[in-house]
């Protein structure tokens, strides 16, 4: 009544950046914070609040932004879900006993073409030329590369670490900024806001990577990549690309021994696919030396499950540490099937590129590439060609949306054992010939 800042704020059914879960907003004249029913309280004191910002994001829908200083750098904290009526006890509350003024930002909803581009601490904000109308915020920490396209030399992309929560969720993944043909004046911009976010999106060096693996070299996509886990991705950086993948596009993991005993194949099985360009790649294939010693010393998280100082052969850390961040554990080929020479997957070529297509409990899949997993009850029929003349037979695979995939070259030692593993799998057309005549 007297124009005196409330000695404290409550606000209910929020919702925070990163979370599904509705948390319940408070601060006082020392400490500001929220609790949420999954992952509990979170606060910070108020004197370490640098900024506060406060935007509309839908029909009587606001935001708060606060950029907090930590030991750990600039965390910003964006919670949605006030009413505009929230603003001036907010804004009186802070500027009392925080000494930091709340400000208003205005968006614009109009289409633009051209934007001015302003980078600060935690975000790169695009604004409309001439004024302080916000077109759209960045966080730098999604940014996982910039690149410029080479068919494209006017334009410049930037990759984003999505942010998804439910499966069917739609994320921006990338955006592309060009310079219109005719505008060849304003490349020098273009290359300048380039460089620039090229200095910036690297990652900050208070995340800390739980663990980190040099010289991985990957068949799909190609490369040889520095591979870092974070609680909740994992980010490959190479020489022409870098990525992020959430732990929950990761669907499955196998690890499949190769033939030569000198390696394995580490696969993973991801949705939604990672982007390359215009390419998507549902799985990832990493070729893994089973002489190759690693020892790492991992960052302590007291949710992971790994020692301080992981130690062993590559092929047997790396899937050891995916395990224990993704929650996944690396599958590897049924022991009910063997070939004539004791494998547990038979040579033979897909689509021109020879390869190893392994027999697991529940699928086929063919390794390198292109990787093809393909799901026993997913299969309308098998059909053996060829196995009348020559050394070797094809595998024909058809699923029951009529796709058919081939695996040929197959030697015709491994016949039977192929045979009937799928028949016991209960797989059409993989019965023996005399039940076939029989049926028939």
């Given at each position: 009544r007297f124009g005196l800042a409330a000695m404290s704020l409550s606000f209910g059914n929020l919702r925070i950046?990163?979370?599904?879960?509705?948390?319940?907003?408070?601060?006082?004249?020392?400490?500001?914070?929220?609790r949420d029913i999954?992952?509990?309280?979170?606060?910070?004191?108020?004197?370490?609040?640098?900024?506060?910002?406060?935007?509309?994001?839908?029909?009587?829908?606001?935001?708060?932004?606060?950029?907090?200083?930590?030991?750990?750098g600039l965390v910003v904290h964006r919670l949605a879900g006030f009413a505009p009526s929230n603003e001036g006890s907010i804004r009186s509350h802070f500027s009392s006993h925080f000494k930091v003024n709340l400000t208003?930002?205005?968006?614009?909803?109009?289409?633009?073409?051209?934007?001015?581009?302003?980078?600060?601490?935690?975000?790169?904000?695009?604004?409309?030329?001439?004024?302080?109308?916000?077109?759209?915020?960045?966080?730098?920490?999604k940014i996982t590369n910039v690149v410029e396209p080479p068919e494209a030399p006017h334009e410049t992309v930037i990759k984003l670490e999505g942010e998804r929560l439910h499966d069917d969720d739609d994320v921006v993944t990338e955006l592309r900024f060009c310079v219109p043909p005719g505008r060849q004046e304003f490349l020098h911009h273009m290359a300048e806001f380039k460089d620039t976010l090229e200095g910036e999106y690297v990652v900050d060096e208070a995340q800390?990577?739980?663990?980190?693996?040099?010289?991985?070299?990957?068949?799909?996509?190609?490369?040889?990549?520095?591979?870092?886990?974070?609680?909740?991705?994992?980010?490959?950086?190479?020489?022409?690309?870098?990525?992020?993948?959430?732990?929950?596009?990761?669907?499955?993991?196998?690890?499949?021994?190769?033939?030569?005993?000198?390696s394995v194949a580490f696969v993973l099985i991801l949705n939604?696919?990672?982007?390359?360009?215009?390419?998507?790649?549902?799985?990832?294939?990493?070729?893994?030396?089973?002489?190759?010693?690693?020892?790492?010393?991992?960052?302590?998280?007291?949710?992971?499950?790994?020692?301080?100082?992981e130690e062993g052969e590559l092929a047997e850390v790396l899937p050891r540490v995916f395990k224990s961040l993704s929650g996944h554990a690396a599958v590897g080929p049924a022991a009910g099937f063997a070939s004539s020479n004791g494998f547990h997957c038979v040579n033979c070529a897909h689509k021109t590129f020879e390869g190893h297509l392994y027999f697991l409990d529940d699928c086929l899949l063919f390794v390198n590439r292109p990787c093809c997993v393909i799901r026993y009850k997913d299969i309308k029929e098998v059909e053996f060609q060829r196995i009348d003349s020559g050394r070797t037979f094809d595998l024909v695979v058809v699923t029951k949306i009529g796709l058919e995939n081939q695996f040929s070259a197959i030697e015709k030692t491994d016949l039977d054992a192929v045979r009937n593993f799928l028949n016991s799998k209960q797989v059409g057309g993989a019965e023996p010939p005399a039940k076939q005549a029989r049926t028939e």
């Open positions: 950046s990163g979370s599904e879960t509705p948390v319940h907003f408070k601060c006082d004249t020392k400490q500001i914070g929220w999954n992952k509990g309280v979170s606060s910070f004191q108020g004197s370490q609040l640098l900024r506060a910002e406060w935007a509309s994001v839908g029909p009587q829908k606001c935001m708060l932004a606060l950029t907090v200083n930590t030991t750990k208003t930002l205005k968006s614009s909803s109009a289409g633009r073409s051209w934007f001015t581009a302003a980078i600060r601490d935690d975000l790169v904000r695009l604004v409309v030329p001439g004024t302080e109308d916000i077109i759209a915020d960045i966080d730098k920490r800390v990577p739980i663990a980190r693996f040099t010289d991985i070299t990957l068949v799909l996509p190609r490369g040889k990549f520095e591979v870092q886990l974070f609680g909740t991705n994992f980010r490959m950086h190479g020489k022409s690309a870098s990525h992020a993948v959430e732990y929950g596009q990761v669907r499955r993991l196998f690890l499949l021994p190769k033939p030569d005993g000198k939604p696919p990672l982007m390359q360009g215009k390419t998507e790649y549902s799985q990832l294939v990493l070729p893994l030396e089973t002489s190759r010693p690693v020892s790492i010393v991992t960052a302590g998280d007291k949710n992971v499950d790994l020692q301080a100082k």
